[in-house]
């Protein structure tokens, strides 16, 4: 039996989920969670397989997906986390794949697909959507035009508008750090401007 806690902020959603995973004799869903806080804490409670997470949680939540992806990954006994989200950004899979996610679901998948895929993360295998493995290849084929997590970290903090002196205080690092990381990004897209950079990342994919 492959215990399961469903991670979402929408109640129609889990509820979805849920009644599509009490059709299959091999899951059991254990708990549901509406915040990530409350996915850690069902995490810890329930001791289950795998955790169906969502990567946002509403402006009201400063945490997200990817943090509590993070620290259910540290738990002991760890169970497995398997994304489901609508966001297919580099900057979104980066962050799940960095946190510790066993797999990337987008939302638009077929229930068959969704149902291998948390039976292929209980098992410990990978689980990626065709487009995100896709995307995944391409920066490994072409890693020259592909930003680091840390520089899309950075520049996810410009397109919130944030000075660098913010950024720096934000990532825990100097502003010339910022500059640094900047003048390598302004490089890699081809750009000479922080308002031109998220304007080609987000043409690029990188940010949301």
């Known amino acids: 039996m492959i215990r399961l806690v469903i991670a979402d902020d929408h109640p129609i959603v889990r509820a979805g989920l849920h009644a599509l995973f009490s059709l299959e004799e091999d899951f059991e869903v254990v708990a549901e969670a509406a915040t990530p806080d409350q996915a850690v804490q069902a995490a810890e409670r329930e001791n289950p397989d795998v955790v169906l997470m969502d990567l946002q949680f509403g402006a009201r939540e400063p945490s997200t997906g990817a943090d509590a992806t993070r620290l259910i990954r540290a738990l002991d006994a760890a169970p497995y986390v398997l994304v489901l989200t609508n966001y297919d950004s580099d900057a979104d899979i980066l962050n799940a794949v960095e946190a510790g996610a066993s797999g990337y679901l987008l939302k638009d998948a077929p229930p068959h697909e969704l149902i291998a895929a948390v039976r ?89």
């Open 120 to 208: 292929a993360a209980a098992a410990g295998e990978s689980a990626l959507a065709p487009v995100i493995a896709s995307r995944l290849l391409n920066r490994m084929r072409a890693p020259q035009i592909s930003l680091s997590g840390r520089e899309i970290q950075v520049l996810e903090l410009v397109a919130l508008g944030r000075s660098n002196t913010d950024v720096a205080e934000e990532l825990f690092v100097s502003e010339t750090t910022v500059k640094s990381h900047l003048a390598h990004i302004f490089s890699k897209l081809n750009v000479t401007s922080r308002t031109a950079a998220v304007s080609a990342a987000r043409r690029q994919g990188i940010l949301r």
